[in-house]
């Protein structure tokens, strides 16, 4: 075994390996984060309910395939519509009514959604779970030299990557995206430039809820699908996000997949430590860079 | 005679528990160039805000071409045709220059400049066309500020303290700009400090103080009330 000052290293395909495996993880932390800090960004929400929409994407995705037979890649893209309009729907009803006050009254609306959404589920399914399927396309495993991983895992990693280049394209490159960022500065202005922001403002959000879903869909054949799957996976997410600087795009995707992948790491140098490498860093990034590696003061 | 593409009457507006406007009248007709001019504090910069619904709340009338706008949401009154500049000049730092020049959607078919015409009127943009809007010279965010109304078909532009802080040259080629604007028939509503720069231009002058109208003459009239306007604004 190498030595590096007195210290045993690990061997190097456990450490590729399991940073490839926390890519998988990082995967689904960018595409959490992406999500919150475009929620974040143009409405001044703090969306704590983000990690019960990501349960319920998964949720949609077991009740759908167990009731009426609709498969994994159907799934993938109904599951997100379903709950982005969810999202929607409680934008207009109850979070519209809360812009303009202090941003503590949306976090705490998201907050009680969040528990009402777990707390329905658990009196229905219970808390134990159930598994999902790998869709037949993505059964099996690939060599990678280093290590074998199941396929689908890989799809993870590639359909996230995927969706989270969409999404900065939208953003950065398009109309609309310019649109979203004007209004993310200055939401008056761009309203009274004739552009229908309370409409936008409901949009995002959706869009904001239907990526945590994705990731909801995603995750369902590598976890037990239960109704607390998110509430543990979103204080992690909020760690990113705060590394990431809040409302920054890039920032929430790099540190997503960084700190999945610094996890990783950790696990084979230190394995005590994995579950808390991540806050410790936001810990560190809060006393240098209060405002995050990617934010804006 | 048809009635005013603008008309305020009795226009009361707040910004949460601050009564700002007290009971303003004003009317610009189709094709007119109207100039409101006041102290600071006066509540000019309110009366562009409130005529858009951007004031925290107001009461009165405000039509735009006949079209009552009370209770109409800020996007709604825009699409009656307004093209709004504001005192801050609102240039968007995450978007570059031709970003903020696209940025208004179409809000009327009356007098849409192309993106040709514009850059013709304002070379320097295109030159700048990549650069992050807030890189720009103060003289230029001015110009780009102005430019991108002029794509979206607005008849009617409300522009706020365009001159101020800018070089005199650049001042004087704003004033070129606004008078071939219209020229073009644009129909205008100029809130300006600067009464130098506003007086060639006008056809029609109101004076405001303490959030109401308390003068009120036309271009013609403009050297007889030399004595007044001194005292009202130190000019």
Sequence with gaps: ?297 | MSEPLLSISGLHAWYGESHVLHGVDLTVAQGEMVTLLGRNGAGRTTTLRAVLGLTGSRRGSVRVGGVETTGLAPHRIARLGIGYCPEERGIFSSLSTEENLLLPPPVGNDRAMSLDEIYLMFPNLKERAASPGTRLSGGEQQMLSVARILRTGARLLLLDEISEGLAPVIVQRLGEIILSLKQRGYTILLVEQNFRFAAPLADRFYIMEHGQIVEHFTQAQLSSKMGMLHEFLGV
């Design chain 1, 1 to 297: 075994m190498n030595e590096l000052m007195g210290i045993a290293l690990p061997p190097l395909p456990a450490v590729l390996g399991q940073m490839t495996l926390g890519l998988v993880n990082g995967s689904f932390y960018a595409l959490l984060s992406l999500g919150l800090a475009v929620i974040f960004g143009l409405l001044r929400v703090v969306n704590f309910a983000h990690g019960a929409f990501y349960m319920l994407g998964a949720f949609a995705a077991a009740l759908a395939l167990e009731h009426l037979g609709i498969n994994y890649w159907l799934a993938l893209l109904l599951a997100p519509l379903a709950v982005g309009a969810l999202g929607v729907v409680l934008e207009r009803l109850l979070l519209r009514h809360l812009y303009g006050l202090d941003p503590l009254y949306g976090l705490l609306l998201t907050f009680g959604i969040s528990l009402v959404a777990e707390g329905a589920l658990l009196q229905h399914f219970g808390s134990s779970g159930q598994t999902y399927p790998v869709p037949d396309a993505l059964q099996g495993a690939v060599n990678l030299g280093y290590m074998i991983i199941p396929l689908y895992r890989l799809w993870v990693i590639a359909a996230s990557l995927v969706v989270c280049l969409v999404t900065w394209f939208l953003i950065e490159r398009t109309r609309l995206g310019a649109t979203l960022r004007a209004a993310t500065e200055n939401a008056r202005l761009v309203q009274a430039f004739g552009i229908n922001v309370p409409l936008l403002v409901s949009a995002t959000y959706g869009a904001g809820v239907a990526l945590a879903a994705l990731a909801g869909v995603l995750s369902a054949p590598v976890i037990q699908v239960s109704p607390l799957m998110g509430s543990s996976l979103v204080i992690v997410v909020f760690a990113v996000v705060v590394i990431g600087g809040m409302g920054s795009i890039l920032g929430s995707v790099v540190s997503g997949l960084g700190l999945g992948m610094i996890e990783g790491l950790t696990k084979v140098i230190y394995p005590q430590a994995s579950s808390i490498v991540v806050f410790l860093i936001m810990a560190l990034v809060l006393i240098w860079r209060p405002t995050g590696l990617f934010g804006k003061s």
